[in-house]
């Protein structure tokens, strides 16, 4: 167990690095997620078929289309979120990407039938505020920015790769993120060829970066990630999850000088402790119910 607590730990901080790898490119946001996930792709397919000894199509072919949506999302997703790098900086594009959960949040009870309480009613009021606070103040002078609309749309993209991934739930672990990461690519290379082509010209300067952000950050990362997070209980996932924004937030002010005013920083707080708040106890609220009904069947 500890193991995997060290596995999975490791991939939100290289996740939470993204944005600071990133900062050393100077290619354009899809240019970049291009190449990303091309590179991490290429490393997990060659670890799967070293681990797997040899590569087979998943059996439930439904299951896989909600993967292929789920991972054309992911790609979607990221270049949004590279875009909000470019145009709002690292901090308040990545708090504004982690909006994306409590959106799955508010989704879920009309898509998987799961009861709405209270206690998610106040996480989702209270990132909303946060959501508010962090971006309020160039709402009121300028309406909405282009990065901030990349922002929100980066963590709309998220939330519907969640809820497909979900529904995939017969594709599991390594295989999951192969298909998942795969599919991205395809969806990146998609748009990249419409839009320029597939000549790419990567600089000398750019080439170390972007090698770093395809094997270690997408390839290495998600391969710690996806075979980490089926051995640890939701919760745990969950809430160590939360590390990924928190070490975005601290590499961007250690190594990119981005700070966050005292209201930015209040409502980044109320972002991630309300999704946290209302995933926890959520959690532990509906773990209490079902302990009560098991212990007394009249219930």
């Given amino acids: 167990m500890r193991k995997n607590y060290i596995k999975y730990i490791f991939a939100l901080l290289l996740f939470g690095s993204n944005g600071l790898v990133a900062s050393y490119i100077s290619l354009t946001s899809y240019e970049t997620v291009f190449l990303r996930t091309m590179i991490g792709s290429i490393f997990l397919l060659l670890i799967y078929c070293i681990t797997q000894k040899r590569f087979q199509l998943p059996q439930n072919k439904k299951h896989t289309l909600y993967l292929m949506i789920s991972g054309a999302a992911m790609g ?26 409590v959106i799955v949040m508010a989704a879920a009870p009309f898509l998987f039938r799961e009861k709405l309480t209270a206690t998610k009613i106040t996480g989702i009021i209270a990132a909303l505020l946060g959501i508010f606070l962090i971006n309020g103040n160039d709402l009121l002078q300028g309406g909405f920015s282009w990065g901030l609309i990349c922002g929100i749309l980066s963590a709309v993209m998220y939330a519907v790769m969640v809820v497909f991934n979900k529904l995939s739930a017969s594709i599991t672990g390594l295989e999951n993120a192969v298909w998942q990461l795969s599919s991205s690519f395809v969806t990146v290379a998609i748009f990249t060829f419409l839009k320029q082509g597939f000549c790419i010209p990567v600089a000398a300067g750019d080439l170390l970066p972007v090698l770093f952000l395809g094997v270690v950050n997408t390839g290495i990362g998600c391969y710690l990630y996806f075979s980490s997070i089926g051995h640890l209980t939701a919760q745990s996932v969950a809430l160590c999850g939360y590390l990924e924004p928190l070490s975005a937030l601290f590499f961007s002010a250690a190594f990119l000088q981005e700070r966050l005013a005292l209201i930015q920083f209040a409502g980044a707080f109320l972002i991630l402790g309300g999704a946290a708040f209302g995933e926890y106890y959520g959690r532990k609220q509906s773990g209490l119910k079902s302990q009560v009904h098991k212990n007394d069947p009249s219930i």
Avoid: D, K, N
Wanted: net charge negative.
């Fill in 76 to 101: 979607a997703s990221w270049m949004f979120l590279y875009e909000g790098y470019h145009q709002i900086g690292v901090s308040l594009a990545t708090l504004t990407y982690y909006f994306g959960p």
